[in-house]
């Protein structure tokens, strides 16, 4: 039996570092899971300001610690704080998971799998439909490393930033399309992404609601926020699928646990937590 397994011993620690951290639903997650496993281990909530970062990523170091999960606005800051960071987590320019392997830590990205997972689940033929994703942040990054990952070969990113946007083809090196307006490619487009911060809020789209009808009938709709949207609510108005971001945050988190623990997540303890902790829609 592993040190963290044995009841005797004092549990383990992990948690999400993140400013905020309060609305997080990783801990919701995670401590159900270590639960269920038997895994003497606590998950906590670490809000830490940008300050306080070098110091909570050194403590990451001790005997007792497990790693930890990162949010926003910390993602790409640790990279320089971690003793090695992933090939992947290096394509994404983000680390959301640090393992402490023995005082080293480990920077990895779990949001491409996340996300890939996901998609895949609903809609396996990916590789044959074209894309638009509507986005240039951290999120949108994982996004397009997962859709390339899944074989999905014409991408179209549309950014009210634009030069953003063409940071992030120029970083990932791939050969995707710059647009200001998603106009042109949505009529072609199988699935339409929406990586922007808008949807957690009544009337909020990300793009204007009758460019859906540029959509063929067959199109997966999907948005990063993970509850139901405003952007979704037209989708299925129109007859279209939709997929919220909860399967990506569900499946971001069970990769990290197998990196925390070195055993298989739990994914239905997960999903369920995941489903009972969620905000409800304001
Ligand atoms: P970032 O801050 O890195 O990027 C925000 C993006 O939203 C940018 O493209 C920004 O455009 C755009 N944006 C913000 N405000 C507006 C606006 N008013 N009009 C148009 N575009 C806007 O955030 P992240 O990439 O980290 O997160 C994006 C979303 O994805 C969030 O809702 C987050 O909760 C969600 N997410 C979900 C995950 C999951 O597991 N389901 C995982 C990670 C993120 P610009 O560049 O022009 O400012």
Known sequence: MSEASSG?????????????????????M?????????????????????GELPARIASLRGNDMLGANVTV??????????????PLAQSAGAVNTIVNQGGRLLGDNTDVYGFSTSLLEICPDAASR??????????????????????????TIVNRNLARAEML????????????????????????INATSLGWHAGEMPLAVSLLDLLGSDALVVDLTYRDTDLLDAARDRGLATLDGLGMLVHQ??????????????LDVMWSAALAARAPRS
């Open 8 to 28: 005797s011993a004092a549990p383990k620690r992990l948690g999400v570092i993140g400013d905020p951290v309060a609305h997080s639903i990783s801990p919701a």
């Open 30 to 50: 995670q401590q159900p899971a270590l639960d269920a496993l038997g895994i003497n281990a606590r998950y906590e909530r670490w809000h830490t300001t940008a």
């Open 73 to 86: 606005p910390h993602k790409q800051w640790v990279m320089s704080l971690v003793d090695e960071v992933s």
């Open 130 to 155: 074209a894309a638009v994703l509507l986005g240039a942040g951290g999120a949108a990054r994982a996004v397009v490393l997962a859709l390339r990952e899944a074989g999905v070969r014409e991408i």
């Open 169 to 192: 083809r120029d970083d990932l090196g791939v050969d995707l399309v710059v647009a200001d307006s998603p106009d042109a490619a949505l009529p072609a487009a199988g699935i339409l």
């Open 253 to 266: 988190g069970a990769r990290a646990f197998e990196r925390f623990t070195g055993q298989p997540a739990p």
